[in-house]
């Protein structure tokens, strides 16, 4: 399984304000993805991270408010643009060898907006 | 219907007993399936694969019917570490991602 490091674990952010989250994997990996997970629920997929070009983005979520990076194929980052505390959540990295494979993920980031 | 659905929970068990989560899902062109297990405030971790003939670990057995689009996850002579969040999982995404249940909480009681 793949060794995956996400950063910041947690931060308390004032609204109107952004946060970028960065996911670095020990190896190089075919798919990431980006997924949301609000108090009491399960995982939602905000968008799968597309190496060189862009994201794809799952329905609810639009490139200007989640934008995200993957310069490369052990690297992303997913920005919370504009900030409300309706964006307070725990955001995961995750990734996957191919595409009917399990998925590992990051250790989250917990994100409140206050 | 919505695309993974599990028993609401919460299970409330004493250690040592036997207890079984069940999941429902509507894609029938889902190939893969897997349970997870969440621990409250970490990340989801792979607990295992589930296949059509049906696997055991250790304690843990899983069963998949197709025919029926049910997932089924037994867990024997309980432990309280087995407390946590059980997520029935199964591929078939837009994306190719993984779509999850919203999971079945277990606490396991001394």
């Known amino acids: 399984s793949a060794v995956i490091s996400q950063k910041p674990s947690r931060d308390i952010c004032q609204r109107g304000t952004s946060l970028t989250i960065q996911c670095q994997v020990d190896?190089?990996?075919?798919?990431m993805f980006w997924y949301r997970q609000q108090p009491g629920q399960s995982l939602t997929l905000i968008a799968t991270a597309n190496q060189g070009s862009e994201a794809t983005y799952e329905s609810g979520f639009v490139i200007d408010k989640f934008p995200i990076s993957r310069p490369n194929l052990t690297f992303s980052t997913l920005t919370v643009s504009n900030m409300s505390p309706e964006d307070s959540s725990i955001y995961l990295c995750?990734?996957?060898?191919?595409?009917?494979?399990?998925?590992?993920f990051g250790q989250g980031t917990r994100l409140t907006v206050v | 219907r919505k695309e993974v659905e599990q028993d609401p929970g919460p299970f409330n068990v004493p250690e040592g007993a036997t207890v079984a989560f069940n999941c429902t899902y509507s894609n029938s062109a889902s190939q893969s399936f897997f349970w997870y297990r969440q621990d409250c405030r970490k990340e989801p971790k792979l607990l295992m694969s589930v296949y059509s003939s049906g696997n055991e670990d250790g304690r843990f057995t899983a069963q998949l019917n197709r025919a029926s689009q049910y997932i089924s996850l037994l867990i024997r002579d309980s432990k309280l570490s087995d407390s946590a969040t059980y997520l029935c999982v199964v591929n078939g995404g837009s994306q190719g991602n993984l779509i999850f249940g919203k999971g079945t909480k277990l606490s396991v009681k001394p």
């Open positions: 995750s990734v996957a060898t191919g595409m009917a494979t399990e998925a590992f």
């Open positions: 190896s190089q990996v075919t798919m």
